[in-house]
């Protein structure tokens, strides 16, 4: 994705802060922040897409900077992703509306990122609404943002909505309600086969009719299940083709 989301990373601790800011950067513009009454400053002057903030530090913590932003008018629309240990989560920040994803500390990296990424997608995927064109379809190529980004993000942003996949002479057809897959096709490929058959796919493009809907009920698991079973088949699919590529080297060394 073009990285046109805006990021504020609030973090006293300098190592974890310019951690963040550097696994971040290739995917937004991002502005850090080591404590929080900078971080809100710098909101108010230049308010971000997205806060990450630590909840535990000195002064005011990260829960009350996140109240002090959704109480103004500019900054009210601001996404949240809260850094927390499992015991802040559970006891406390668990059932917080303004927060929209939670990262349990300690967390390793990359981890964190991916769990960033999927709300830096959501943001992105809704400016990119903002720009339809006059037929109400969203375009886009899946080098911008791929199948799977996709999906998290039409679940994360409870979208309702038909997406349409090409690639080559090839197309699928998948129908969301409420962030959930309900129907696909792919030529004689219908529900969950049909959306394994597309994780596969690298390239070409999509489209999003916001306006698409459909009743059939095809698919048996949800938009994660969906995922979480396309990427396992997938991983068992490349282990497979690098077990035959190493047969097939030893028949070599052997000859």
């Known amino acids: 994705m073009p990285n046109n989301v805006k990021v504020l990373v609030v973090d006293d601790n300098p190592m974890v802060l310019g951690m963040l800011q550097k696994a971040l950067a290739p995917l937004a513009a991002v502005t850090t922040a080591n404590d929080s009454a900078d971080a809100l400053l710098k909101a108010i002057d230049d308010p971000p897409d997205l806060l990450v903030s630590d909840y535990r530090m000195p002064g005011m913590d990260g829960s009350q900077l996140v109240e002090k932003l959704k109480s103004r008018p500019g900054t009210s629309a601001i996404s949240v992703v809260l850094l927390a240990t499992k015991a802040d989560i559970n006891e406390k920040l668990s059932h917080h509306d303004a927060v929209d994803d939670f990262v349990e500390k ?32 969203l375009r886009g190529s899946l080098a911008q943002m791929n199948m799977i980004d996709l999906m998290q993000s039409l679940e994360m942003g409870r979208k309702s909505c038909l997406l349409v996949l090409m690639n080559g002479g090839e197309k699928c057809e998948v129908y969301f309600s409420e962030g959930q897959v309900t129907h696909a096709a792919y030529g004689a490929l219908k529900g969950d086969p049909a959306v394994f058959k597309v994780l596969r796919w690298t390239g070409g493009n999509f489209q999003i009719n916001f306006e698409g809907k459909t009743t059939q009920q095809t698919t048996t698991l949800n938009t994660q299940g969906l995922l979480m079973e396309g990427l396992r088949l997938l991983d068992e699919s490349n282990r497979d083709e690098v077990a035959e590529e190493e047969d097939e080297d030893d028949v070599l060394l052997d000859s």
């Open 106 to 137: 300690p967390f390793f990296l990359k981890e964190a990122t991916q769990r960033i990424k999927r709300v830096i997608d959501k943001i992105a995927l809704e400016k990119m609404a903002k720009t339809v064109p006059s037929d109400g379809v």
